[in-house]
């Protein structure tokens, strides 16, 4: 059944990597990265700034309309993002329960993310005010506790990329991260 794939998690936790090895798996797919909605921001607030809660708000409902669209015209879709749970319901209010989803969220520790951070060469419009590194010290905790939505954890942490992939595909081939868009979603919002 096709669906859509949130693969979620802090910066360099291996969600870009994930995403494209999915999606090469699959005949008619793409690879849609919320972060390449920040591209088209003429005057961008770095993500992680709190007065960036509005433009993230756009940039997530942006990126759930062009991955619904995709859907609905055959596409297997993998949007990866910095999806915390209160940004997951603004795109599953997108997608108004019209489309199955699932929601997969790398969990990496914060030691292997810094040392991914350091080599990353991040867009210095986005993240001028902010060190990278320091981004993800921040949202790292974030992830830390996801309450209902910790079924959806894929724990990286001595995974090689292959072997993150393995287990993933393992997992949703079992539904073990679908989620049910008729049942509540209790999540706190920061």
């Known amino acids: 059944m096709n669906k859509i794939s949130l693969i979620s998690g802090c ?22 990265s919320l972060d390449s909605f920040n591209e088209f921001l003429v005057h961008p607030i770095s993500p992680a700034l709190p007065e960036s809660h509005q433009q993230n708000i756009s940039i ?6 062009a991955a619904k669209a ?11 993002g910095v999806i915390l749970p209160w940004a997951l319901l603004v795109i599953l209010e997108e997608f108004k329960s019209e489309v ?6 790398l969990r990496a520790s914060l030691d292997e993310e810094l040392k991914r951070a350091a080599n990353r ?9 902010v060190p990278f590194a320091e981004i993800v010290k921040v949202m790292h ?3 830390a506790d996801l309450g209902e939505l910790e079924k959806h954890v894929l724990d990286t942490e001595v995974l090689t990329s292959e072997q993150v992939v393995a287990k993933c595909e393992e997992k949703r081939n079992k539904g073990k991260f679908d989620l049910d868009l008729g049942e509540t979603i209790k999540i706190e919002l920061e």
Not at 121 to 129: N, P, T, W, Y
């Open 100 to 105: 199955p989803v699932e929601y997969i969220v």
């Open 141 to 143: 905790p974030k992830f």
């Open 70 to 80: 995709l859907f609905e015209d055959g596409y297997r879709v993998f949007v990866d």
């Open 11 to 32: 910066p360099c936790s291996g969600k870009t990597t994930l995403a494209n090895t999915l999606a090469s798996f699959e005949e008619k797919s793409i690879h849609l």
């Open 121 to 129: 060469k991040e867009d210095i419009r986005l993240h001028a005010e």
């Open 60 to 65: 997530l409902k942006s990126g759930a309309r």
